[in-house]
Protein backbone atom coordinates (compact mmCIF):
# COMPACT_ATOMS: atom_id res chain seq x y z
CA UNK A 1 0.00 0.00 0.00
CA UNK A 2 3.08 2.53 0.68
CA UNK A 3 4.71 1.78 -2.64
CA UNK A 4 1.17 2.93 -4.44
CA UNK A 5 1.31 6.20 -3.14
CA UNK A 6 2.15 8.56 -0.01
CA UNK A 7 -0.85 9.39 2.32
CA UNK A 8 -1.26 11.16 5.66
CA UNK A 9 -2.22 9.66 8.95
CA UNK A 10 -5.60 9.13 8.79
CA UNK A 11 -5.57 8.69 5.00
CA UNK A 12 -3.46 5.64 5.31
CA UNK A 13 -5.37 4.17 8.23
CA UNK A 14 -9.19 4.24 5.86
CA UNK A 15 -7.56 2.70 3.59
CA UNK A 16 -5.42 0.59 5.90
CA UNK A 17 -9.35 -0.51 7.49
CA UNK A 18 -10.81 -0.74 4.03
CA UNK A 19 -8.12 -3.60 3.43
CA UNK A 20 -8.45 -5.29 6.60
CA UNK A 21 -12.30 -5.54 5.58
CA UNK A 22 -12.03 -6.01 2.13
CA UNK A 23 -8.81 -8.14 1.16
CA UNK A 24 -9.91 -8.11 -2.70
CA UNK A 25 -10.81 -4.56 -3.07
CA UNK A 26 -12.70 -4.82 -5.91
CA UNK A 27 -15.76 -6.26 -3.86
CA UNK A 28 -15.63 -2.86 -1.86
CA UNK A 29 -16.03 0.50 -2.86
CA UNK A 30 -14.18 3.40 -1.56
CA UNK A 31 -15.77 6.80 -0.84
CA UNK A 32 -13.70 9.69 -0.90
CA UNK A 33 -13.34 13.84 -1.50
CA UNK A 34 -9.74 13.64 -1.16
CA UNK A 35 -7.61 13.22 -4.47
CA UNK A 36 -4.62 11.71 -3.52
CA UNK A 37 -6.43 9.12 -1.21
CA UNK A 38 -8.65 8.58 -4.64
CA UNK A 39 -5.73 8.23 -6.56
CA UNK A 40 -4.28 5.48 -4.22
CA UNK A 41 -7.22 4.04 -3.59
CA UNK A 42 -8.18 3.52 -7.41
CA UNK A 43 -4.76 2.37 -7.56
CA UNK A 44 -5.07 -0.53 -5.45
CA UNK A 45 -8.21 -1.55 -7.22
CA UNK A 46 -10.91 0.08 -4.84
CA UNK A 47 -13.66 1.21 -7.36
CA UNK A 48 -14.95 4.69 -6.26
CA UNK A 49 -18.42 5.77 -6.48
CA UNK A 50 -17.28 9.11 -7.78
CA UNK A 51 -14.21 11.08 -8.93
CA UNK A 52 -12.32 12.85 -5.70
CA UNK A 53 -11.03 16.65 -6.39
CA UNK A 54 -8.69 18.47 -4.53
CA UNK A 55 -9.09 20.54 -1.70
Known sequence: MLETGRLRGADLW???A???VS???GDLSFA????R?????????FPLPWEADSP
Not at 32 to 35: G, I, N, R, S
Not at 37 to 45: K, M, P, R, S, Y
Open 14 to 16: HVA
Open 18 to 20: ALY
Open 32 to 35: TLDA
Open 23 to 25: PRS
Open 37 to 45: QGGVVAALG
